[in-house]
């Protein structure tokens, strides 16, 4: 399984979604390989992802993709990371 | 390398500002003033709002200010400003914004964990309002570990 988590730098934000999506992940007890994307990249990075962590602002910004888009409001809510992608993958 | 810890001289408390771009350019300011990054880096982090929108906006009344790694970024630095007056950056859930983080970094995946957890003691929802009545920066760097420690699972 592979989720990308999205910001417009890739750097900062995305990496603290990626962080809290592994520990969620964790404690979800499931496998999967997350990695931090800036939108640019997208097309590329997200090609085989099965779901794209983003903020509700860049939403609209995601290129056309077979992924479930999971929108996460505050980045460093470890229940709400952990309750939508539960509900994602469930 | 860690990320840089916050340090009295990297905190600037009570700053007055008037709209989101002078609470980005505060954070910039220490950042500069550290040593970190050189003026434009100030501008490339209200430029990167200016093209994606108050995503940086990452938990209630907290911004996480920061662009790519670039030729103006010196070294990673970290700055940690609290406004005189909250402002708005236009994001739907978060705002209005009391605290603002600076981030720059010289690599792209350099320090994610630390940041994270730095971040993440902004998850109680008392830190904000906390940091907003600090008068000391020993004070702040102090609200801020004790989260720190007590997140990092």
Same mark, same amino acid.
């Given at each position: 399984?592979?989720?990308?988590?999205?910001?417009?730098?890739?750097v900062g934000t995305?990496?603290?979604?990626?962080?809290?999506?592994?520990?969620?992940?964790?404690?979800?007890?499931?496998?999967?390989?997350?990695?931090?994307?800036?939108?640019?990249?997208?097309?590329?990075?997200?090609?085989?992802?099965?779901?794209?962590?983003?903020?509700p602002e860049l939403?609209?910004?995601?290129?056309?993709?077979?992924?479930?888009?999971?929108?996460?409001?505050?980045?460093?809510?470890?229940?709400?990371?952990?309750?939508?992608?539960?509900?994602?993958?469930? | 390398?860690?990320?840089?810890?916050?340090?009295?001289?990297?905190?600037?408390?009570?700053?007055?500002?008037?709209?989101?771009?002078?609470?980005?350019?505060?954070?910039?300011?220490?950042?500069?003033?550290?040593?970190?990054?050189?003026?434009?880096?100030? &501008?490339?982090?209200?430029?990167?709002?200016?093209?994606?929108?108050?995503?940086?906006?990452?938990?209630?009344?907290?911004?996480?200010?920061?662009?790519?790694?670039?030729?103006?970024?010196?070294?990673?630095?970290?700055?940690?400003?609290?406004?005189?007056?909250?402002?708005?950056?236009?994001?739907?859930?978060?705002?209005?914004?009391?605290?603002?983080?600076?981030?720059?970094?010289?690599?792209?995946?350099?320090?994610?964990?630390?940041?994270?957890?730095?971040?993440?003691?902004?998850?109680?929802?008392?830190?904000?309002?906390?940091?907003?009545?600090?008068?000391?920066?020993?004070?702040?760097?102090?609200?801020?570990? &004790?989260?720190?420690?007590?997140?990092?699972?």
């Open positions: 399984m592979k989720i990308v988590a999205v910001c417009g730098a890739g995305s990496g603290i979604l990626k962080v809290n999506a592994e520990r969620a992940l964790a404690r979800l007890e499931i496998e999967a390989d997350v990695t931090a994307s800036d939108i640019a990249s997208l097309a590329t990075t997200a090609a085989d992802a099965q779901i794209i962590l983003t903020s939403v609209d910004r995601i290129p056309p993709t077979w992924a479930d888009i999971v929108v996460v409001q505050s980045y460093v809510d470890l229940a709400e990371i952990e309750q939508k992608l539960f509900d994602a993958l469930g | 390398m860690p990320l840089p810890p916050l340090t009295p001289a990297s905190i600037r408390l009570g700053a007055v500002v008037t709209d989101w771009r002078g609470a980005v350019r505060a954070a910039g300011d220490v950042l500069i003033a550290g040593g970190s990054v050189e003026p434009s880096y100030t &501008q490339r982090m209200i430029d990167v709002i200016d093209e994606f929108g108050a995503y940086v906006v990452i938990a209630p009344g907290l911004a996480l200010a920061h662009a790519r790694p670039g030729d103006d970024v010196r070294a990673d630095g970290l700055s940690l400003v609290t406004l005189a007056e909250p402002v708005s950056f236009g994001h739907a859930h978060n705002d209005p914004v009391s605290v603002v983080i600076g981030l720059a970094v010289t690599t792209a995946d350099a320090h994610v964990t630390g940041i994270a957890d730095l971040a993440n003691a902004f998850n109680d929802p008392g830190l904000v309002p906390a940091l907003s009545m600090a008068t000391e920066p020993s004070a702040a760097i102090d609200l801020i570990l &004790q989260g720190t420690t007590r997140d990092v699972s």
